[in-house]
């Protein structure tokens, strides 16, 4: 009902910095939660940032102080602007769109894919 489609993954040094974005489309619901998620190979899908229609905003401990989660309502797109970045920030990343309460349906994107190295 929502599709996601996430944009500007690549490959990047250590230090430097991407910016992704998503964009959201379908039946659009408010109030809503946007996040992004990462996924490593053998490891677990992890919350990244999430970011909700009035800004409030909540963030991996590990990424706390180099990335930024921010979105225009307007465009229907969230970003992540992430800075400084560490090999251990390499992993496809997911865009997420949810209501603000449990057990409702969270949609996903397709992911793309985020690789730090020199």
């Known amino acids: 009902q929502v599709q996601l489609v996430e944009s500007g993954g690549g490959l990047v040094q250590p230090g430097g910095s991407l910016r992704l974005s998503c964009v959201a489309s379908?039946?659009?619901?408010?109030?809503?939660?946007m996040g992004w998620y990462r996924q490593a190979p053998g490891k677990q899908r992890e919350l990244v940032a999430e970011?909700?229609?009035?800004?409030?905003?909540n963030y991996e401990g590990s990424v706390k102080g180099r990335f930024t989660i921010s979105r225009d309502n307007a465009k229907s797109t969230v970003y992540l602007q992430m800075n400084s970045l560490k090999p251990e920030d390499t992993a496809a990343y997911y865009c997420?769109?949810?209501?603000?309460?449990?057990?409702?349906?969270?949609?996903w994107g397709q992911g793309t894919q985020v690789t730090v190295a020199p």
């Open positions: 970011i909700t229609n009035i800004g409030d905003t």
């Open positions: 997420n769109f949810r209501a603000p309460i449990t057990h409702r349906p969270t949609y």
């Open positions: 379908g039946s659009i619901f408010s109030p809503n939660v």
